[in-house]
């Protein structure tokens, strides 16, 4: 069984589109995250959610939208994408506020053409 | 506030010669430190992670790291490189208190020559 499982693994999308990334996690961790990897493999938290409540919003666009519809669930909802949001992005998970070390998915390849 | 800096972004070694791939960090807080492994257009993989108890950590495939306070480093090696390790290497940290995600560093590419 996969821990934290993102679909889709690859996404092709026209500018303008909207789009969304699920990511379900099977380990009862209470936090979830998303993570943006750019074309130089440089990774930068976007969101964090505990206990379906958001904590942690970084200076993401407000096209971005996390959902959380419960503890084992994140999805993330872009609209009106840009050739800029072109990127990989991972979803993780992990126990209690202090993370003692995240889990995560194998990654959603977002192109934007 | 946190951040890590990874000296090198490519490091090459020849295959059975010694893995040194270095990693300072920045925290106004004790901090708890990780070293991850990304395989090719896989997902991130814990290696090993320095949580205030031992300052030697031991993770997996070999691999160790050794958290030095006075030099804020978290340098990860390993004696003998193979060429399964060959990845991308990210070294981050986190606050060790509430709600402070991982921050990453720019990560290492690990190559090794046959």
């Known amino acids: 069984d996969t821990a934290v499982s993102q679909t889709p693994k690859y996404l092709v999308t026209q500018m303008g589109n909207d789009k969304s990334i699920k990511c379900e996690q099977n380990?009862?961790?209470?936090?979830m995250y998303w993570y943006k990897q750019d074309s130089k493999k440089f990774l930068k938290i976007m969101f964090s959610?505990?206990?379906?409540?958001?904590?942690i919003n970084e200076t993401v666009p407000n096209r971005f939208s996390p959902k959380s519809p419960d503890k084992a669930h994140l999805n993330l909802h872009i609209n009106s994408l840009e050739l800029g949001d072109s990127a990989v992005y991972f979803c993780?998970?992990?126990?209690?506020?202090?993370?003692?070390?995240?889990?995560f998915g194998q990654g959603t390849r977002l192109t934007v053409v | 506030a946190q951040s890590v800096t990874q000296l090198g972004s490519h490091v090459s070694v020849s295959e059975g010669a010694l893995v040194l791939l270095r990693c300072n960090y920045s925290?106004?807080?004790?901090?708890?430190l990780f070293w991850y492994v990304q395989y090719p257009n896989q997902g991130l993989q814990l290696l090993l992670k320095?949580?205030?108890?031992?300052?030697l950590v031991k993770g997996i495939n070999g691999f160790e790291a050794e958290f030095k306070k006075s030099e804020t480093s978290f340098h990860l090696t390993k004696p003998s490189a193979h060429m399964s390790d060959a990845a991308e290497y990210f070294c981050?940290?986190?606050?060790?208190?509430?709600?402070?995600?991982?921050?990453f560093g720019k990560g290492t590419r690990l190559s090794v020559i046959a």
């Open positions: 993780a998970s992990s126990q209690g506020e202090v993370p003692l070390g995240a889990f």
């Open positions: 380990l009862g961790h209470d936090t």
């Open positions: 959610y505990n206990n379906k409540e958001l904590i």
């Open positions: 925290s106004s807080v004790p901090p708890y």
């Open positions: 320095y949580t205030s108890a031992a300052t």
């Open positions: 981050a940290v986190s606050a060790a208190r509430g709600n402070t995600p991982l921050v």
